[in-house]
């Protein structure tokens, strides 16, 4: 949890639909984004259902139906998946409730329950002011105040200590109620206290901690109930407990029980009114337990002063809900007027992020242009934005000093030039669109460090893709040939990362696109999107060798990089620089050179020209300055910050010189790009990618890093509406041909990933198998095919397919194609 002075409160200033009216004594719950209300008094007691959606900031009521119960407050309230159970409450005044309804919030449907009595003893008797805690498929009733006049107007209280548990059957409907007995001091009868329940990761025994209350008077007592052996406790803790209190809240996120406002001792502050009527008071204090530890922490203490307005005001019988790492409150009553007997509700909605966000997935590439890229990654809950940056080996001027100004970090802010409408982010959430459900297709990733592939076949030729790392000087420079090309040939270099068949590199298009374009998720006999977190990318920050033993193990098998890192392959690591060029020696001998040495092998050869290499590369020194990176350092960009999960990059930020990055991390604000210049994309160049989630706490950590390259002019698109369907022979794969052929298509080819030991040991990094090569846009994957696939499980398990178009320049983008298969490993056809 931030520190106290970092709390980060927001209100939310803007909604649509209809919000319910301010009230006191209601109940909330969440199901995944939404936060659903129920109950609560205020000019008497309400019965409708509301439901808030936090991503759309969007207000509803649910068409319900079935056993609606009727208005209920200070009730029982809790959920299982997607259905809630309501127990007890006062459905008016001095008559209260001990009936039991389910809703099955993915219909809207109400029904009355009736669980079986406890073997020995009566059930639980109406009352309210209870705790009702779920934990496994049990529910855990404790406590709350009973009327034990028969007459409902004249009230005759009695406070509580009862404990009954109530078992569930699986999906809908419950067995019935039992009266655990339980060991150790009882704690004291109470009404209005809260009770979570929380169990330490990997230590076993489940624990409800019950907190505060009122029993005449508020308590400040914890208790603590071990779920296996029913055993009661007083937990020694540390730190300032808060103080007595009834009528708040508690909520729990990861190890920490949070404690918010309630009615609590008045102490004696200056008052207008008399001593009677402010006892107590209500308080907007903000503590935590650490369940772990037993330690309190204050954040917000009930004598902090809030002249700004920047947090919740002080309420009682007030909602909170835990969606993510963040909580929401709503409504309650301000006990500020109750001298007045003007008991005001508040009208408000408030939340405060408790954490920062986790990392995001992977950046998946959508689609690729000549100088842009269209990515997104996975959706985060609960934040209010992302921070996307990028870098690349390609050198770039350095901003000067006075060209951006020290950023003030405050807090996230609105980008004043933001790319488009994704890029801005509120100081308050003010989003009324409705949610949308992302179908952006992803694309596969590159390397841009050097790839060398040999082979037995004597047509094979040594191909560099290190023209993203060119510096003007420090560089030398291998000219390669077209020689003897085969049927299946392509100057498309981007591809080798993703296991597309190649051999042969033209000295103008030694650096290529990524395979890029979408990424289809097919399932049997249709198409559906997905997202995943890492198949739209390939991690790679290394060079690798990739060595075939046959003619035919070219034509039919893309390996992945292999593990061990040969001697040729130090070399060119060494030397991250992707056109070579050595002083007094010019291109035409130094191709003559290497063309000599593919025809003989000759080792001896390639160690003296790399060492001729790493000579002139040392004894050069650029004439320009220019942003360069140190080994193992990497310089990171921001592109900017965005709303959404996906963004249209064909810009980035300059480093400010000196500077690693532009964005500090922790609880601050990212710059004023205004102040900052501004850099395009180049075409034929590898970026790498990374984005972190934004929310009140600052910004989290980044996510792994992909790679992409842009492409080059002149190179067809990727296939299109992809389908697969069922025969006898195993499946049909069909796909249309490019939108932008840039010429005659020449052929398709489609591959498969199939299972290796290497994707054991990283998923990430697919092997795949060419299956089809030929004019038709269709091809047969047999049985035999299928029986040897790799299912993908990055995100939903798949079969994952490639297919893409060749020009008379090359190989242009590939198509990724997933084929959902459910959660069977074995069985790809089912």
């Not at 046959?550 to 056109?579: N, Y």
């Not at 020194?621 to 942003?627: D, E, G, I, M, Q």
């Not at 532009?662 to 790498?688: M, W």
Request: aromatic content about 8%; proline content about 7%; hydrophobic content about 35%.
């Amino acid at each position: 949890m931030a520190a106290p002075s970092l709390l980060n409160w927001r209100r939310v200033s803007s909604f649509t639909g209809p919000v319910p009216r301010a009230r006191h004594g209601h109940r909330a719950v969440a199901i995944r984004e939404l936060m659903i209300i129920f109950g609560g008094g205020n000019e008497g007691i309400a019965d409708e259902l509301h439901v808030y959606n936090t991503v759309t900031n969007q207000w509803f009521l649910p068409a319900v139906r079935g056993d609606i119960p009727p208005g209920c407050a200070a009730h029982g309230f809790v959920c299982d998946g997607t259905r809630i159970l309501v127990f007890g409450g006062m459905v008016e005044y001095g008559r209260y409730s001990n009936e039991l309804y389910e809703l099955q919030a993915s219909r809207w449907l109400w029904k009355k329950v009736k669980p079986h009595p406890p073997s020995s003893g009566l059930p639980p008797c109406p009352r309210l002011g209870h705790s009702f805690s779920l934990y496994g498929n049990k529910c855990y009733l404790f406590g709350g105040l009973a009327n034990e006049s028969e007459d409902s107007n004249n009230n005759v209280p009695r406070y509580l200590n009862d404990f009954y548990e109530l078992e569930l059957q699986h999906g809908s409907g419950v067995v019935g109620w039992s009266i655990p007995v339980t060991k150790g001091i009882v704690p004291s009868p109470r009404e209005s206290h809260t009770a979570v329940i929380y169990c330490k990761k990997d230590s076993g025994s489940p624990k409800m901690y019950v907190f505060g209350g009122m029993c005449g008077a508020r308590l400040d007592d914890l208790w603590q109930l071990d779920l296996e052996t029913m055993s009661w406790s007083k937990p020694e803790t540390k730190g300032t407990v808060p103080l007595p209190r009834s009528l708040h809240t508690a909520s729990v996120i990861g190890n920490k029980m949070y404690i918010f406002g309630g009615w609590v001792p008045h102490k004696g502050e200056n008052i207008e009114t008399s001593p009677h009527d402010c006892e107590w008071r209500c308080t907007s204090s903000f503590s935590y337990l650490n369940l772990d530890t037993a330690e309190w922490t204050t954040l917000v203490s009930d004598s902090q002063e809030d002249k700004k307005n920047s947090r919740p005001r002080p309420r009682a019988g007030h909602c909170a809900v835990a969606i993510g790492t963040r909580l929401y409150f709503w409504s309650g009553r301000d006990g500020y007027k109750k001298a007045l007997n003007s008991q005001v509700c508040c009208k408000d909605l408030w939340y405060l992020d408790t954490e920062k966000p986790p990392a995001p997935s992977q950046v998946q590439l959508i689609k690729a242009t000549t100088n842009s890229f269209h990515v997104k990654w996975d959706e985060v809950p609960t934040v209010e934005g992302y921070l996307l940056q990028l870098n690349t080996d390609l050198p770039y001027q350095a901003a000067s000093s006075d060209s951006s100004a020290a950023p003030n970090m405050q807090g996230v802010r609105m980008d004043p030039h933001r790319q488009g409408s994704n890029s801005t982010i509120p100081n308050s959430v003010s989003d009324n669109s409705a949610k949308t459900e992302h179908t952006a297709l992803k694309g596969t990733s590159v390397k841009n460090r050097p790839d060398l592939k040999t082979s037995s076949d004597s047509n094979a030729t040594l191909h560099s893709s290190l023209a993203a790392n060119a510096s003007n000087h420090n560089s030398c420079v291998v000219d390669v040939l077209r020689k003897n090309e085969g049927p299946h040939t392509s100057a498309y270099i981007g591809v080798l990362s993703s296991c597309l068949d190649l051999r042969t590199v033209v000295p103008e298009t030694s650096v290529s696109s990524s395979v890029s374009s979408a990424q289809t998720m097919v399932t049997q006999q249709t198409i559906k999107t997905e997202s995943s977190s890492t198949n739209g990318a390939v991690v790679k920050d290394e060079t690798s060798l990739t060595t075939f033993s046959t003619k035919s193990e070219v034509d039919e098998t893309c390996a992945l990089p292999a593990t061990k890192i040969s001697r040729v392959e130090a070399h060119a690591t060494a030397m991250p620089f992707s056109v070579w060029r050595i002083p007094g020696i010019s291109s035409a001998k130094i191709t003559e050179f290497l063309l000599v040495v593919f025809e003989s092998r000759n080792k001896p050869a390639w160690n003296e020209f790399f060492l001729i290499c790493s000579f002139w590369s040392k004894k050069e020194t650029p004439s320009n300055p220019v942003a360069t990176m140190k080994a193992g350092e990497r310089q990171w960009c921001d592109v900017g910050i965005f709303k959404n999960n996906t963004a249209l990059v064909s810009q980035f930020y300059l480093l400010p010189k000196g500077k690693q990055s532009i964005s500090k991390i922790g609880n601050a604000d990212v710059p004023d790009y205004s102040l900052l210049k501004k850099q395009d994309l180049v075409p034929g160049t590898g970026y790498r990618f990374r984005v972190a989630a934004i929310n009140g706490c600052g910004i989290g950590p980044f996510s792994k890093i992909s790679e992409f390259k842009t492409c080059i002019p002149g190179f067809p698109g990727a296939p299109s509406a992809v389908r697969i369907s069922k025969n006898v022979e195993g499946i049909h794969l069909s796909w249309e041909p490019p939108t932008s052929p840039s010429g005659n298509i020449l052929e398709y080819s489609a591959y498969l990933a199939i299972r290796t030991a290497q994707i054991q040991d990283n998923p990430s990094q697919l092997v795949f198998m060419r299956i089809y090569c030929g004019l038709k846009t269709s091809c047969i994957v047999t049985a035999g095919q299928l029986a040897n696939a790799h299912i993908d499980y990055t995100s939903r398990p798949a079969i994952v397919f490639r297919i893409s178009a060749k020009n008379e320049k090359g190989y242009g983008p590939a198509t990724q194609v997933r084929w959902l298969q459910g959660n069977n490993k074995k069985a790809p056809l089912n």
